[in-house]
């Protein structure tokens, strides 16, 4: 079952704005979600991620310190916090889920239930 995204929007450089994806309760329950990002004419990047129990979570070294992943249980979703935004975090954002391993969690293709994504459009 895909994952949706949404929040996305325009916002001015040092803004902020939540990313939410919904997922499925045995998506979330039984997988680490993460978040990715694809700007124009490059590749989809890692963002963040967290795991499925523990509440562990991942960052990119491009985000870290500005960006928060968290999840709330009660509604099978999983946020991103995005503070402090840069026109460079421009892209459409996508949430994803998988069950591999730890050493693979910020590997794009360890990942499925690809959703629509949602754009992310910040100005300077």
């Known amino acids: 079952v895909q994952l949706q995204a949404s929040g996305g929007g325009l916002v001015q450089a040092g803004g902020f704005l939540r990313l939410s994806c919904a997922a499925s309760?045995?998506?979330?329950?039984?997988?680490?979600i993460g978040w990715f990002r694809q700007a124009p004419g490059k590749e989809r990047e890692f963002v963040a991620a967290?795991?499925?129990?523990?509440?562990?979570?991942y960052y990119a070294d491009s985000v870290k310190g500005r960006f928060t992943i968290s999840k709330d249980a009660a509604k099978n979703t999983v946020y991103l916090q995005m503070n402090s935004l840069k026109p460079d975090d421009t892209a459409v954002y996508y949430c994803?889920?998988?069950?591999?391993?730890?050493?693979?969690?910020?590997?794009?293709?360890?990942?499925?239930?690809w959703g629509q994504g949602t754009l992310v459009t910040v100005s300077s």
């Open positions: 967290i795991r499925k129990s523990g509440g562990y979570t």
């Open positions: 994803a889920s998988t069950k591999g391993i730890l050493s693979t969690i910020r590997d794009v293709n360890q990942y499925g239930n």
């Open positions: 309760r045995s998506t979330f329950s039984s997988n680490a």
